[in-house]
């Protein structure tokens, strides 16, 4: 279909324009298609297709003529990194008028400034808690796009997108749902009661493979090939890239499912490589000077001078970025990755590595991840544009036969996991709270659209599960239960939704409340709810076993809650003395080098807890201010406001500034500067002098006390 067919459905010529200075004259089979079934008549659409088959321009064409029909328009994603990422892609709309932004921050922010935008970029949860908030804008949204909709079979993050569209069902908002990995995409289709795109064409033929040890060689069966490699190290991992970019010029993507391993094997792939022209290389080791860790500097910078790199969610945003970019500038020739690169920003590759094999700790073992974990990888292989095959690689199959099964197989059903406790406990207060529901059947009535209920054949086990979270919030004293089955949310139920929290993480914070503030104590029972553990890392027991004594003799004098005063188990509870001392380290200004080496965790582990952490405490500060307690509720907001910046208390009034983090603050009070009145009446030029400012910097915090209304001599 040519683009100008879009003129007959009311685009304005300057979209088409637009479209053809991206290189885009044509629709693809999978944009064709969609069109056919429905893009511009309003109906729900479900598209499955492979990863690079053209799915955003789909959405970006239905959310534009939702534009031209006077409707705001939602799209989202279930990380961060892809909201940042596809906000800036359709951020290039604005040339025709459109208003693009992104919310991805706390999750009880104010949301009505939303209302000024045309295409809101989202992640689950941000609007999730938005729908809880139930803005005014919200008449106004015409569509919501669900990327990565098979998501809604994963534990954590598949109740939020169930209940998303189960409200969306329920008023009537039209969803477009987008996967690449879905293995009843049927069964999807006929949930949102939408028209079903299915099709596995891609821009780039994908040609999938397996090492076969015995031979030894990559053996690709569809195309009858067998490409012979010597394992000269006996380490398929370090061999085969090795093969690719010496002797094939194939830039390799290598996917490994432990962070160390990821490291290590990068670090000895560099050593079979040639060093990179400083040139090329200057721009990105640039970037990673402003890396927080010298660890992430050194290494990092030394590997990329020899066109390795490595990418894991231990790693800082900067590190991160700045690998991404340098791979897709294609200086990089193999980056090793654990998998949540597959699952987030797009980074194809000529040829994927991919590992089958995860160490399961609640098992003890090594297991095989999923069929779809593994067509999520080898989906990155071929880069549009570059390529015209993609060739994935099964690096160690057991046999012959568990490679084919891969290859051949189709991506497991989605499943949905609403009816966990916790999750049920979770929604069934943000339909009271948010006045969705106000009796047991009104409830019942909004998530019999999900996901979890249509696939459920027993219906009273649904309406005891139900029941059961509806008896627990009760006892938390969040809902309030009447005997004609009426529901209603106290203040405390209101709060509890309002800022995201699990409702148990209340109950304990409400369980273990000192007597006094104390910021490790606090901290430690942030560090015990559920919200924290389901995303805190893992610490080595090396590192648990020399501070556990430290842990019971600070329990025994009261500095932390002892661990019989808390309904967890022992092991869970040193756990969480272990975070807390990580971030009571931060707080307190230990330096990102220090911790990470001190715990052996990563710099990107250290920033995910401190949001984490941070968010927590937020919100219990909120909680105590609607209970009452207005000494808690400083304390908390305070801590809250430390942990977000890694400072001491001094420093909060200088870390408002631009440009002034933990280290420059402590910087200026070292020098006698604490308060922004002291910065104001401190000479430009001292400021300039001092280690780490010069005449640049001096010159914003100029501007912005000038802003303030301060006046530096």
Request: net charge negative; hydrophobic share 40%.
């Amino acid at each position: 279909m040519d683009i100008d067919a879009l003129l007959g459905y009311g685009f304005p010529r300057g979209y088409i324009e637009l479209l053809k200075t991206r290189g885009i004259r044509r629709l693809n089979p999978v944009q064709s298609e969609a069109v056919e079934k429905g893009l511009f008549t309003g109906g729900n659409l479900v598209v499955s297709a492979p990863t690079a088959s053209g799915k955003t321009l789909i959405a970006e064409l239905a959310l534009v003529y939702n534009w031209l029909n006077h409707g705001k328009g939602v799209y989202l994603t279930p990380l961060r990194a892809l909201a940042s990422e596809k906000y800036g892609e359709f951020k290039t709309l604005e040339a025709l008028g459109v208003r693009v932004g992104v919310s991805t921050g706390d999750y009880d922010e104010p949301v009505e400034y939303l209302s000024w935008y045309d295409i809101i970029v989202a992640t689950y949860e941000r609007f999730d808690s938005i729908l809880r908030q139930k803005p005014s804008w919200l008449r106004d949204v015409g569509l919501v796009v669900i990327d990565e909709i098979h998501m809604a079979s994963d534990p954590e993050r598949g109740p939020i997108v169930e209940v998303i569209a189960a409200r969306l069902l329920r008023q009537g908002t039209r969803i477009i749902g987008l996967s690449a990995t879905i293995g009843n995409p049927e069964a999807l289709a006929e949930w949102l009661n939408a028209a079903l795109v299915n099709t596995d064409w891609r821009p780039v033929r994908l040609v999938e493979g397996y090492l076969d040890k015995k031979k030894p060689g990559l053996v690709f069966p569809v195309d009858n090939r067998v490409e012979s490699v010597d394992l000269e190290n006996g380490d398929p991992f370090l061999d085969i890239p090795l093969h690719n970019v010496v002797e094939l010029g194939l830039q390799t993507l290598v996917f490994i499912h432990n962070r160390r391993k990821v490291e290590d094997y990068a670090v000895e792939a560099a050593r079979h490589l040639p060093m990179l022209p400083e040139d090329a290389v200057k721009p990105f080791i640039s970037e990673l000077e402003d890396a927080p860790t010298s660890i992430e500097r050194d290494v990092l910078s030394d590997l990329i001078r020899r066109g390795v790199g490595f990418h894991h969610a231990g790693l800082s945003s900067i590190a991160r970025s700045t690998v991404e970019k340098a791979f897709r500038s294609r200086l990089l020739k193999i980056v090793y990755a654990t998998p949540t690169l597959a699952a987030g920003v797009n980074l194809p590759a000529r040829r994927v590595l991919v590992s089958l094999k995860r160490y399961d700790a609640s098992r003890g073992r090594r297991v095989n991840i999923s069929i779809s974990e593994y067509k999520q990888m080898a989906g990155r292989a071929g880069r549009p544009g570059y390529d015209e095959i993609g060739e994935s690689v099964i690096t160690d199959a057991s046999s012959s036969s568990e490679a084919l099964k891969y290859i051949n197989g189709s991506p497991e059903p989605v499943a949905g996991k609403l009816l966990s406790e916790r999750s049920l406990r979770i929604h069934v207060l943000s339909l009271v709270a948010s006045g969705e529901a106000s009796s047991i059947d009104e409830v019942s009535e909004i998530l019999s659209s999900t996901l979890s209920m249509k696939q459920a054949k027993v219906s009273p086990f649904q309406s005891a599960k139900i029941m059961g979270a509806v008896k627990l919030l009760e006892e938390l004293g969040m809902i309030e239960y009447s005997g004609n089955n009426s529901l209603k949310a106290t203040r405390l139920g209101r709060v509890t939704s309002h800022t995201y929290l699990d409702p148990l993480s209340i109950s304990i914070y409400r369980e273990l409340k000192p007597v006094e503030p104390s910021d490790l104590y606090l901290l430690h029972v942030a560090c015990l709810t559920p919200d924290f553990k389901r995303s805190s890392p893992y610490i080595q027991d090396k590192i648990v076993e020399r501070l556990e004594d430290v842990a019971l003799e600070m329990a025994d004098q009261g500095m932390i809650p002892p661990p019989s005063k808390t309904s967890l188990d022992y092991e869970e509870w040193l756990d969480g003395f272990m975070h807390a001392m990580i971030l009571y380290d931060w707080i307190n200004e230990v330096s990102e080098d220090e911790i990470v080496s001190r715990y052996m965790i990563g710099p990107g582990d250290l920033y995910s807890m401190r949001d984490t952490a941070s968010w927590i405490i937020h919100a219990l500060a909120r909680v105590e201010a609607v209970l009452g307690d207005i000494r808690f509720h400083k304390a908390l907001d305070t801590l809250s406001r430390r942990i977000e910046e890694g400072v001491k208390e001094d420093a909060l009034e200088l870390i408002t500034l631009r440009l002034i983090g933990r280290v420059r603050a402590r910087i200026l009070i070292q020098h006698g500067i604490k308060s922004l009145r002291d910065l104001a009446e401190t000479p430009l030029s001292k400021i300039a002098s001092l280690p780490k400012f010069g005449p640049r910097i001096a010159e914003e915090i100029d501007r912005q006390l000038r802003d303030l209304g301060y006046r530096i001599n």
